[in-house]
C-alpha cells in the first residue's frame, strides 16, 4: 500500500471531479474545527491497482500489515486499468453521492430495469438537475433519495427534455445491483 504518484492522482482527481465538481475539496481537505486532528483527515492509497478511501490513521496502522497479506482497506474507490485510466467501483457511491453535482431520479417504475444493467429511459426520469450538460457524470437517485448508481448523461437537459420516451438519458456505469450481479469478481484481487 502505497500513496498515489502524481499521474495516479490526476486521474483519479479528473474522474471524481467529472461527478463532484468543486465538491471534491470536501474530500481532500482536512476537516474543520477545534478538535481536529491531522490523523482525522482521509487519504487516498493504492494497493494492488485499487484506490482506496481511508482514514490516515487506520492508514498508519496498515503499515504494520504485509502487503501479500492486506486484502482492502477503507472504501475501495475503483481500480486502474493497465493502461493507467481509472475505472470508478460501485463501492465509491456512498462517498459521491452526497458531493454530486448533478443528480438523476428514476422513477419507481424504473428502478428494476437500472437495478439490472440496464441505462436510465426517458420515461423513467422523474426529475433531474437542470443545466446539466452532454455527457457529465450523475449520481442515480429513486424518488425517495436513495443513491442507486452512477453514470453519464447521453443528452443535455435542454436535449433530453425533447426526447421520445424510449431515448436513453443517462448511460450506467455502475449501480448498486453489481452488488449482487458481480459478487464474485467484485471484490478478488
Not at 498515489?4 to 471534491?24: I, M, Q
Not at 453521492?97 to 428502478?111: D, L, T
Not at 439490472?116 to 449520481?139: F, I, M, N, T
Amino acid at each position: 500500500m502505497r500513496p498515489l504518484t502524481e499521474v495516479e492522482t490526476k486521474a483519479l482527481f479528473e474522474k471524481l471531479a467529472n461527478y463532484t465538481g468543486r465538491s471534491l475539496n470536501h474530500l481532500i481537505a482536512p476537516p474543520s474545527g477545534a478538535e481536529a486532528d491531522s490523523n482525522d483527515r482521509h487519504v487516498f492509497r493504492l494497493h494492488q491497482s485499487r484506490v482506496y478511501y481511508v482514514r490516515l490513521s487506520i492508514a498508519n496502522m496498515a503499515t504494520t500489515i504485509a502487503r501479500h497479506n492486506l486484502l482492502s482497506l477503507g472504501t475501495c474507490l475503483g481500480k486502474f486499468t493497465k493502461t493507467g485510466k481509472f475505472r470508478l467501483h460501485i463501492t465509491a457511491l456512498d462517498i459521491i453521492a452526497p458531493h454530486a453535482r448533478y443528480k438523476v431520479w428514476v422513477k419507481p417504475n424504473g428502478e428494476m430495469p437500472y437495478l439490472y444493467g440496464g441505462h436510465v429511459l426517458k420515461a423513467h426520469v422523474g426529475r433531474w438537475s437542470e443545466d446539466c450538460p452532454e455527457h457529465q457524470g450523475v449520481v442515480v437517485y429513486g424518488m425517495n433519495d436513495t443513491p442507486l448508481g452512477f453514470g453519464v448523461t447521453a443528452r443535455s437537459t435542454a436535449e433530453a427534455r425533447k426526447l421520445d420516451p424510449t431515448g436513453i438519458a443517462t448511460f450506467r456505469q455502475a449501480d448498486i445491483g453489481e452488488y449482487l450481479r458481480e459478487e464474485d469478481t467484485l471484490f478478488t484481487t
